[in-house]
């Protein structure tokens, strides 16, 4: 499974971004996809989780109520809308692919990463 992460960009605070992680392969549906992002000087962290139908999701504390992870398997692409976004999510925003859960969760010997793309939020 090849990820290319898009969507990125420069937002105030208080804006929203929707970030789209695309994927090659027939095989895209099978796999858990998740978000992880990795600020400044700072090691990589957990962002949200979808499982192989998108019928459960999983959120790191800090950005719960406000992103909400989804995806299109028809589409082979996954999203992650942005909302109420603040500086501290400034961060490169990379999507993952594993067919272990906790692997996405705990970032863990993922299988499959994407290059990342750079959401910055201005204060």
């Known amino acids: 499974v090849q990820l290319q992460a898009s969507g990125g960009g420069l937002v105030q605070a208080g804006g929203s971004l929707r970030l789209s992680c695309a994927a090659s392969?027939?095989?895209?549906?099978?796999?858990?996809m998740g978000w992880l992002r990795q600020a400044p000087g700072k090691e990589r962290e957990f962002v949200a989780a979808?499982?192989?139908?998108?019928?459960?999701?999983h959120y790191a504390d800090s950005v719960k109520g406000r992103f909400t992870i989804s995806r299109d398997n028809a589409k082979n692409t996954m999203y992650l809308q942005m909302n109420s976004l603040k500086p501290e999510d400034t961060a490169v925003y990379f999507c993952?692919?594993?067919?272990?859960?906790?692997?996405?969760?705990?970032?863990?010997?993922?299988?499959?990463w994407g290059k990342g793309t750079l959401v910055t939020v201005s204060s």
């Open positions: 993952a692919a594993d067919r272990n859960w906790s692997a996405l969760i705990d970032i863990n010997a993922i299988d499959y």
């Open positions: 392969g027939r095989t895209f549906s099978s796999y858990h």
């Open positions: 979808i499982n192989w139908s998108g019928s459960d999701t």
